[in-house]
């Protein structure tokens, strides 16, 4: 307990009001209140969320009959489950106080045992993202993310540096992912040192998120790295987390269909990071194959799910070829009345793009003011609603 209390010892408690003024002002923003009106919900203690709702729905599977199942036969049982879930729950997401009502029931085995224990399975021989190594993670072989069983938290704390309605973000740095971008600014936690820091069983992780809710998190935000190859430990600490605190995924949304289907009805609000518009750019700059394709596909099925903040981060020399066709795809597939972007100027070069420019000449540079002035405008443009 030591341990996790130095990793969320920020002192950030106090003085976030004074760093972040936008931060207040966001939880009285009724634009904000609208489009991200489930997360508010549960923000203001009107709705439970959703993974507590979850695990107040009897499994089919119990006890032992969890463990002994096959993989088949999890994937039925949580087929059926979660889609009476949907149907059942579904019109209480649009109504907080209706869906508190029908949290208060606790069954010894829930659909949230169900997905844990399905998560476990999808990790050996993983393919909890759309890069299905199929590797035995269990038996210690390592995925491209560089992790094989075990879920490493590199930090935890509370984060005054997210969009302003997140704020403060109780923010927990998982190690690895399942991308190699050659400019990561987060690339030790994510590539060089996926495996050092703090080794977290679903019970500590759950201690965690409760300590950083009550330091003041608004939210608890699985990042890293990626959160996806470490999902399996998240999803089964959700079944210890006692406080009633919003889940953010923020995530570059590459986790496979499989893997979706379990998060889907616990996430309640999305973070995710949209970048390339073109393969070609994804392939040689992240390493990763069929991004448009799969990113696209998981932002479809999370947006009729939860809350949504899009993060476009606006690279050098990429306007046409990815942020004029990541906008042009959120304006078109995404429900315009109900989802936020964020265009993000911040790029810089770094890690292998800073130590060989010449590699990669196109990213090799800050982003230009006139950049990301282009690309705020043609977000606008399209009629995309934009955080500050
Ligand atoms: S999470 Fe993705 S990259 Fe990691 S082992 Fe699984 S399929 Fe491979």
């Known amino acids: 307990m030591e341990a996790l209390q130095a990793l969320v010892d920020t002192g950030y408690e106090s003085m976030w009001m004074h760093v972040r003024p936008d931060a207040v002002r966001a939880l009285y923003n009724p634009v904000l209140r609208e489009r991200l009106r489930w997360y508010y919900a549960v923000l203001r203690g009107i709705a439970p969320p959703k993974f507590k709702l979850v695990r107040s729905v009897e499994s089919p599977l119990q006890g032992d009959e969890l463990q002994e199942a096959s993989l088949e036969d999890l994937m039925r049982a949580h087929k059926d489950a979660a889609s009476m879930f949907r149907d059942e729950w579904g019109p209480a997401l649009e109504e907080p106080e209706k869906a508190t009502r029908l949290a208060r029931t606790f069954p010894r085995w829930s659909l949230l045992h169900l997905k844990a ?18 590797v035995d993670r269990a038996s210690g072989r390592l995925g491209a993310c560089r992790l094989a069983w075990d879920v490493y938290v590199h930090t935890a704390f509370l984060h005054l540096g997210e969009e302003s309605p997140l704020v403060p973000s109780g923010t927990i740095f998982y190690g690895g992912c399942n991308f190699t971008c050659v400019f990561c600014q987060n690339y030790d936690v994510s590539q060089t040192e ?4 703090f080794k977290a069983t679903p019970r500590s992780l759950a201690a965690l998120q409760d300590l950083l809710a009550a330091r003041g998190a608004r939210n608890i935000n699985h990042v890293g790295g990626d959160p996806t190859p470490s999902m399996h430990v998240i999803v089964e600490s959700l079944l210890y987390v006692r406080s009633d605190i919003p889940q953010l995924w923020n995530s570059n949304m590459y986790m496979s269909p499989e893997a979706m289907e379990v998060l889907v009805d616990l996430i309640d609000i999305w973070l995710p990071d949209f970048k390339w518009g073109d393969n070609r750019c994804a392939r040689r700059l992240s390493i990763v194959p069929s991004y448009v394709e799969t990113v696209t596909r998981n932002l479809e099925t999370a ?14 020399d990429h306007i046409e070829c990815c942020t004029r066709r990541v ?16 265009v993000m100027g911040q790029y810089t070069p770094q890690h292998l793009v800073e130590r060989n420019p010449r590699k990669w000449r196109d990213i090799a540079r800050r982003v230009s003011r006139e950049e990301v002035e282009e690309a705020k405008w043609y977000a606008s443009s399209l009629g995309l609603y934009l955080l500050d």
Request: hydrophobic content about 40%.
């Open 117 to 134: 224990e399905l998560a476990k399975r999808l990790t050996s021989p993983c393919i909890l993202c759309d890069r299905k190594c199929r």
């Open 194 to 197: 996926a495996r050092r820091g």
């Open 303 to 316: 947006a009729r799910h939860g809350d949504m903040i899009i993060r476009h981060l606006v690279m050098p």
């Open 327 to 342: 906008l042009e795809w959120i304006a078109s597939h995404l429900p315009l009345d109900r989802v936020v972007v964020n």
